[in-house]
């Protein structure tokens, strides 16, 4: 629930997550923060230290204020770890946390009096708020904001080690607290926080950090995370290694505890629930995490995935749906799609299944059949018509997409009627596809929607251009190949994909990022076709382009990564692909194999048991696999089951400089992906454009360019950032 961390940014899209590295200030430190979004919400009950005359104002502006210089060879950062020296007050400072409380340590150098200011105005707009004095070392209040999350709660109760001896109160929320020190004082301050009232707050203050020892509480967030770290002992150089930890790091940060210590959280209804067995989680960005992060949960947070799918579940009772992308009990509508069925279901075939499944289909099939965000014309025409709704290739993919998993959980249940009805939507994919171009293109009605240039980016996809959209056909890459025209056609496209020119053309889309022709590994789009090879048969290919992007497009700095985390995933990607496979498609239980760049990963499994990589013949130019062996037996397959990896056993992987044209590339030997059965007949579609529409699709707003947005029904998306 915390994410206790400095604040150098008030805004931007550079600003997300309140933190930039180029940045030299501080405006102080709040308790709550995202990670790698493309909006900014959070940074909530900021506490900034300070001596001399009390500011209230932030100095933003330029003008005199409570913020503080710093340099950046005094700041100290590690799991569960926080340290910086504030030039301005000349004040050490420290954090860590526990879940649910944050822990700071102030070193006032030279003060004979201090001051610890709270500034609840700090970053979004304020809707309510409150403040008050308990005593002279306790103070309670709340927040109640709108931004991203249109009504975000936070309470807090506050507690000092030293008394405090005055109070002064700006006439906006914001207090100052005077101390008196001797020279060279410590002052600690710990905070207790909570979405559903103050006392939940005291709560959780009492129950998680009832001392003041500060060494105890750190080693305490540190011993936590070299567990969670632990999961997976890694074995590869330091660069490889750094990127991979740091990787895992970012796939643990979210999704955040939501429930207090005693199990009551705010649903999405407004009201106060208790979640019983199963905590409840927020901070679902699942467009972006159910390609990589979420397969990822399955194999080394198996209990959690059993909790993430019980709060989506609590999602649907409060508000008839399934979260999209949820924030602080808030549903944003972010991104298209509905993909916590992939979640569900590729849990649930998986075998993680302690959840209603009954209870489950029903919400699947709930959200799938809502008239809303181009699901009736989807269902009415089997494809959204571009004059209907905007990004209309996008989520007519991947409403087929999500209509497969619901249709895999249906069969394993037992639901016939179900699995017929969902595996013909699934299939909605081939009435946008143009034969003529090999492009999924854009549909009004009966014709293609012209011109056409498969490099312009434009409101008929989310994020992306035709290139960026066209292979996006994971759960049925055979039918899809077969339209292409069968046998190493998808191949020639994917060749085509990262040798193509990678200029866009048309609006302007800042995700659009971490370019290899059109592949652009910066959005998520994209992350699953380097490994599409495998499914024509040439699977080296696939080997040497994943190396590429490992290579090329993750690195050990502050700029490491090639586009925004969001919440995992881009990180998640590196995981999977550091170890030698994928999942292209979740809800399969297959993972395609890659390139390992680690010399060995170890997993060690919730059950028990451990799945064991190990790579030989690895140099700088050895992507290249020779052979392989699955508990020591020869594997021709360019795949592996979810079910070799649970079990327990040793993947061996060979390589070389050289690739080896044979290994894989049998059909028996690829992986699986065709719908074989209730097969429907594309529609057919006229050349010639036609007149414009008289339908008008709502312009997009004139937010800032590149930033995540918010979308309503039957509305286009505009780049990313659309505030509610």
Request: charged residues 25%; negative net charge; aromatic residues 12%.
């Amino acid at each position: 629930m915390v994410q206790l961390s400095p604040d150098t940014r008030l805004e931007g899209w550079d600003g997300c997550s309140g933190y930039h590295f180029t940045d030299s200030i501080i405006y102080g430190f709040s308790h709550t923060h995202l990670s790698g979004t493309g909006i900014p919400d959070y940074c909530d009950i900021l506490l900034m230290p300070g001596t001399g005359p009390v500011l209230f104002h932030n100095g933003a502006d330029g003008q005199p204020g409570y913020r503080s210089p710093f340099r950046k060879e005094t700041e100290k950062a590690e799991p569960g770890y926080y340290a910086v020296h504030l030039d301005g007050p000349d004040v050490q400072v420290e954090l860590t946390a526990t879940e649910r409380t944050g822990f700071h340590r102030y070193v006032f150098e030279k003060a004979d009096t201090a001051h610890i200011l709270l500034d609840l105005t700090h970053r979004d707009r304020l809707r309510a708020d409150s403040m008050r004095v308990v005593s002279d070392t306790e103070i309670e209040g709340f927040r109640v904001s709108n931004a991203w999350a249109r009504e975000q709660h936070v309470y807090f109760v506050a507690r000092f080690s030293k008394p405090f001896f005055k109070t002064i109160q700006d006439s906006l929320p914001k207090a100052a607290f005077l101390f008196d020190l001797a020279g060279a004082d410590t002052l600690l301050v710990k905070v207790g926080i909570s979405a559903v009232d103050i006392e939940g707050a005291r709560k959780n203050l009492d129950a998680e950090l009832p001392g003041w020892d500060f060494e105890a509480i750190r080693k305490q967030a540190s011993d936590k995370w070299e567990t969670q770290l632990s999961k997976v002992k890694a074995v590869g150089d330091e660069e490889t290694k750094t990127i991979f930890y740091t990787a895992l790091y970012h796939n643990s940060v979210v999704p955040n505890i939501f429930s207090d210590v005693d199990g009551r959280y705010r649903g999405l209804d407004r009201q106060i629930h208790t979640a019983g067995d199963h905590p409840q989680y927020t901070v679902f960005s699942i467009w972006d995490t159910y390609r990589a992060t979420h397969p990822l949960y399955t194999i080394l947070e198996v209990d959690r995935s059993n909790d993430f799918i019980h709060s989506f579940l609590r999602h649907h009772e409060q508000g008839g749906e399934l979260p999209v992308w949820e924030l602080a009990g808030n549903e944003t509508y972010c991104m298209i799609g509905y993909h916590s069925v992939s979640v569900i279901a590729d849990a649930y075939l998986k075998g993680i299944r302690d959840f209603d499944a009954e209870k489950a289909l029903e919400a699947m099939l709930a959200i799938s059949r809502q008239d809303k965000f181009g699901k009736k014309a989807y269902m009415d025409w089997g494809f959204i018509p571009s004059d209907v709704e905007g990004e209309s290739v996008s989520k007519t993919l991947e409403y087929a997409y999500d209509d497969w998993c619901i249709a895999q959980m249906a069969k394993a249940m037992g639901k016939e009627d179900v699995y017929a009805e969902y595996l013909r939507r699934a299939q909605s994919y081939k009435n946008l596809y143009d034969p003529d171009t090999r492009f999924m293109r854009a549909r009004n009605r009966h014709r293609w929607a012209k011109p056409f240039d498969p490099s312009e980016v434009n409101f008929n996809y989310t994020e992306a251009n035709a290139w960026q959209y066209s292979f996006y056909v994971p759960q049925d890459v055979d039918g899809w190949k077969d339209l292409l025209g069968g046998q190493d056609k998808l191949s020639d496209f994917l060749d085509d994909l990262f040798s193509a020119d990678s200029k866009t053309t048309g609006r302007e889309q800042s995700d659009i990022t971490g370019l290899i022709g059109q592949y652009a590994h910066g959005n998520e789009p994209s992350h699953h076709m380097a490994y599409l090879y495998n499914y024509d048969g040439a699977a080296w290919k696939t080997q040497e382009r994943v190396w590429e992007i490992m290579s090329t497009l993750y690195h050990n700095a502050p700029d490491g990564l090639s586009g925004n985390e969001d919440c995992g995933q881009m990180s998640a990607w590196y995981v999977f692909s550091a170890m030698g496979f994928y999942p292209v498609c979740p809800g399969s239980g297959e993972y395609a194999l890659g390139a390992p760049k680690l010399r060995e990963a170890t997993l060690n499994l919730e059950n028990g048991k451990t799945f064991t990589v190990k790579t030989t013949g690895q140099g700088k130019g050895t992507p290249y696999i020779q052979s392989v062996r699955l508990n020591g037996q020869p594997h021709m397959k360019s795949f592996i089951r979810h079910e070799d990896i649970v079990a327990g056993g040793l993947l061996e992987f060979e390589v070389g400089e050289e690739p080896n044209l044979g290994w894989g590339s049998q059909p028996g030997d690829r992986p699986q992906s065709r719908i074989g059965e209730h097969l429907i007949t594309p529609l057919p579609a006229f050349p010639r454009a036609i007149a414009p529409s008289t339908t008008r699709i709502p312009s997009p707003s004139t937010a800032p360019r590149g930033m995540r947005s918010s979308t309503t029904p039957s509305t286009a998306r505009s780049p990313r950032l659309r505030l509610p």
